[in-house]
């Protein structure tokens, strides 16, 4: 069923490539995104991809956790998307500590806010940013995957080896 969906994420990666160096061949529709939220293996999908995070045992503010997303609660959500009646709940919100010894506040969401929001990545990474097609700069690197603050360290590393 997983294979299903991966087959139509990819072909939305394909109708998004860029073609001789133009722009889009394709317009991304909302009637085309929007039933991806129908799709059980969409949200089996996400909760593959997020459930070994170190913290997607935090509860949110229905404090509830991962552990506890069940066939029962994609049923509900899938039916609140069909009658476009989801909304996302409010994040909890806690304070960690930063090195200057000052707090940062950190919004944690609810579980099922967790799995929207990584459905929402998987669409969205497949439309701007498959490591088939990427839309980014080379030199972007934040919230990207397989780049970050080390990429962007190395890349200035090699760029720039001979300016002193």
């Not at 949110?60 to 997303?69: I, V």
């Not at 099922?112 to 088939?132: C, F, G, M, N, Y």
Request: hydrophobic share 30%; proline share 4%; with cysteine.
């Amino acid at each position: 069923m997983v294979n299903k969906v991966l087959g139509r994420l990819n072909i939305l990666k394909q109708k998004n490539s860029i073609k001789n160096g133009k722009n889009f061949n394709w317009v991304n529709k909302d009637s085309e995104l929007y039933p991806f939220f129908f799709k059980k293996e969409m949200y089996i999908l996400a909760y593959e991809n997020i459930k070994s995070n170190k913290n997607s045992l935090q509860t949110g503010t229905d404090n509830k956790t991962l552990d506890s997303f069940s066939e029962k609660t994609i049923q509900t959500i899938c039916n609140q998307m069909k009658t476009e009646q989801y909304t996302f709940s409010t994040a909890k919100r806690i304070y960690i500590p930063k090195t200057s010894g000052k707090l940062r506040p950190l919004g944690i969401p609810t579980a099922t806010d967790k799995i929207v929001q990584e459905i929402i990545r998987i669409i969205l990474e497949a439309i701007w940013d498959s490591p088939e097609n990427p839309q980014f700069s080379e030199v972007s690197h934040e919230f990207r995957p397989g780049k970050g603050t080390h990429s962007a360290l190395q890349y200035i590393d090699q760029k720039f080896k001979n300016i002193k």
